[in-house]
């Protein structure tokens, strides 16, 4: 069942800043039909803006060229036109439209651009509490998941393999580990 809220408890009002060096914003897909390949992007930002009613919202912007595989080559072509064309498209934004209880976890309702087009998404958020920190304000944690259609972007590259199947599978599952602290 899933049902509207408007506060997570613990979390304070205030503009909670993602801390890019305490979280991860990662992916994986299908690679040759039989494994996956998985990455992160190494440069992003993005906040938790909690309005005094305890209504939350959350925005986010990653820079596609920042893309990391372990593969420079790998890298590259993701960044090239056949993919995320990084020089035309720079950056993915999301902005939340909602957060919603399911069970006892939520999720986050909101719009994602990526090569310019926009879609709406589901991130299945799992709300981890707010801890004290270690001198330096509050902390929150948040893990988040959604599986994306990388043709629903625009990346519509096939690379078909000769027994049947491609390269590249078409979901895209992301995965955020979000650690963030409350701006003074």
């Not at 939340?96 to 990526?114: A, E, H, M, P, Q």
């Not at 972007?153 to 979000?178: C, N, Q, R, Y």
């Amino acid at each position: 069942m899933t049902t509207a809220i408007t506060t997570l408890p613990g979390l304070t009002a205030g503009t909670w800043a993602i801390d890019p060096v305490h979280s991860t914003v990662g992916f994986s897909v299908r690679h040759l039909m039989v494994s996956k390949v998985r990455g992160t992007f190494n440069d992003f930002t993005g906040a938790i803006t909690v309005a005094e009613d305890g209504t939350a919202s959350v925005t986010a912007e990653i820079q596609v060229a920042s893309i990391d595989t372990k593969n420079a080559d790998r890298d590259a072509h993701i960044k090239s036109a056949d993919f995320f064309d990084a020089e035309q498209f720079p950056t993915a934004t999301f902005t939340s439209t909602g957060i919603r209880t399911k069970g006892d976890d939520y999720v986050v309702d909101g719009n994602f651009t990526l090569r310019g087009v926009t879609r709406p998404v589901e991130l299945a958020l799992e709300f981890n509490g707010v801890n004290p920190g270690m001198g330096n304000g509050p902390v929150a944690g948040f893990e988040a998941t959604t599986v994306l259609n990388r043709k629903d972007f625009g990346i519509s590259i096939d690379m078909p393999l000769e027994g049947g199947g491609a390269v590249v599978g078409d979901k895209i599952t992301i995965s955020l580990e979000i650690e963030a602290g409350l701006e003074a």
